[in-house]
């Protein structure tokens, strides 16, 4: 039988046992690069270079030497900073997977590669967690790009960093015996790094934001050796009170006010079914309780619309715009309408 996986808290308990090196990690890889990357000093100083260019004499030997000297030293460090961020992000990731293999998967029984059909867990909300988790690592790869000198119309394929982070957990739960890799998870990671690859490939910028909002439920005291006894274990275990959204601004002189769509599922005791049998053997059946699927329509605010000169801003901006702010909300769930004052 397949072990409870909700999240598959692997990161969580990573974190919590190696906590300096993960928070080291994080700086190095979405703290430095978004520092820089949020002015897009290189792309302006490659700009500024140009216009430049043009509006001096041809036959300028003095112009022509210090151009050259310009865009030579500008060429060799965007190569330095790709460096960094290929050694930060192709490194970290593996080091990453290193850790997870011997820190959480060794604990467990191991088996030949096998696939497990989750496809029908949680109402498919750990699939959104797949997917939101992937987003963001694409747009972190966009940025790093952007802070590389990478053009912007080659900006897109640093997004796959998404998919090359993730989708290599599927070996590791396919070499368990309590999981499997889960062609659902793939398929997930893989339509998270198409929303932020896509949109940087055909607008070079990102009009739809995928963004993330909790609130406590009743269910994890339920059951909480499930669904989280702290607010930091059920902001990742319990389903119930996470809510994904995709937010637009359709108003071009109002840009960081937006329209938000949301998703989300209640009622969840179990990735399957309401029914489990705890240590003591003890069936517990919650199978009246219904489980069901929410929609939302609320309003957002674009962090990374509000114009400042401020490079922290930018990059606190930046990292705070993945969550989605609480503000009145309809929601649509089993055949009826109702309203929220105020929701998150």
């Known amino acids: 039988m397949k072990y409870w996986t909700p999240v598959k808290p692997l990161f969580y308990n990573f974190m919590k046992k190696r906590p300096v090196f993960c928070y080291a990690w994080l700086l190095l890889f979405l703290v430095i690069p978004l520092n820089g990357s949020c002015l897009n000093f290189d792309e302006s100083v490659l700009s500024d270079s140009l216009n430049f260019e043009l509006n001096q004499p041809k036959d300028s030997s003095i112009f022509q030497r210090l151009l050259s000297t310009e865009i030579t030293d500008s060429a060799i460090n965007f190569k330095k900073r790709r460096t960094l961020c290929y050694a930060v992000g192709l490194g970290g990731t593996a080091l990453a997977h290193i850790a997870l293999s011997q820190l959480w998967y060794k604990d467990f029984p191991q088996s030949k590669f096998h696939f497990f059909n989750d496809n029908k867990e949680w109402l498919q909300m750990d699939k959104c967690g797949h997917a939101f ?81 909790f609130h406590t439920t009743n269910f994890a005291k339920q059951r909480p050796n499930v669904l989280g006894q702290s607010l930091n274990e059920q902001l990742l275990k319990d389903y119930n009170g996470q809510t994904y959204w995709l937010c637009y601004s359709p108003i071009k002189k109002r840009k960081w006010i937006g329209l938000a769509i949301g998703y989300g599922a209640n009622g969840m005791l179990g990735g399957f079914n309401n029914v489990w049998t705890d240590k003591n053997k003890v069936v517990h059946d919650y199978s009246n309780t219904p489980r069901y699927r929410q929609y939302y329509l609320s309003l957002d605010i674009d962090f990374t619309q509000i114009k400042t000169k401020s490079k922290f801003l930018k990059t606190l901006f930046f990292m705070a715009n993945c969550i989605k702010i609480p503000a009145p909300a309809l929601e649509f769930c089993r055949g009826k309408f109702s309203g929220h004052g105020f929701y998150f």
Not at 164 to 174: L, R, S, Y
Not at 203 to 213: G, N, R
């Open 133 to 213: 988790s992937s987003y963001y690592l694409g747009l972190v790869g966009i940025e790093a790009a952007k802070w590389a000198g990478v053009p912007k119309n080659k900006q897109w394929k640093w997004a796959i960093f998404g998919s090359i982070f993730q989708d290599p957990i599927e070996i590791w739960d396919g070499l368990s015996a309590g999981w499997g890799a889960s062609l659902g998870d793939l398929a997930a990671n893989t339509t998270g790094t198409l929303l932020s690859a896509g949109q940087q490939a055909l607008w070079q910028e990102q009009k739809i934001k995928m963004k993330f909002s």
